[in-house]
């Protein structure tokens, strides 16, 4: 075989075996990743939000689930984490939302609950949150949330289940 034919051989080699390694971190890394969104109420009425250190938009509570946890399990976390409040009862599944650019820094699906929560609020990750407030219905902020959180909350607002 000369050098030619050689460097050829190696070249179409080299291809093949990046598709292969394509395929593989496709399917390993282009899964979307689960996570959960909280719409805490307390128990005179409003609704608690976070705002987010890194883009300072409001947002709901919620996070990634961990491995070996459920939703319920992420939702307790996540919101006790974020907000230093507790879970008394997730009352009910206000959506699924999947969109593929629904959060700018990866593709995730995200589940959205409502809960009824009590307790004091209290930051307790201050690398992640910069604030947390309690906001009655007519006293919401204006503008828009972190991610799809404005239309999650709308949801919610207008009574619907979502799948999107």
């Known amino acids: 075989m000369n050098i030619i ?33 909280i719409i805490p109420i307390l128990p005179d009425g409003r609704i608690v939000l976070i705002k987010r250190r890194d883009d300072g938009c409001w947002s709901l509570p919620g996070g990634m689930v961990d491995w070996g946890e459920d939703i319920a399990q992420t939702v307790d976390r996540e919101l006790t984490e974020e907000t230093g409040l ?12 999947s969109s593929p650019d629904r959060d700018p820094r990866i593709h995730s699906i995200c589940v959205v609950v409502e809960a009824q929560v009590e307790g004091q609020m209290e930051i307790q990750d201050g690398l992640e949150v910069m604030e947390i407030q309690a906001f009655t219905l007519d006293s919401l902020p204006p503008g828009k949330m972190s991610h799809d959180h404005t239309r999650q909350l709308q949801d919610y607002l207008n009574g619907l289940t979502t799948l999107a």
């Open 5 to 37: 034919a050689f460097f050829a051989t190696v070249a179409e080699s080299t291809r093949n075996l990046w598709r292969v390694g394509q395929t593989v971190l496709g399917i390993i890394f282009r899964h979307p990743i689960t996570g959960a969104s």
């Open 86 to 97: 507790e879970l008394v009862k997730i009352t009910r599944l206000v959506g699924v939302y």
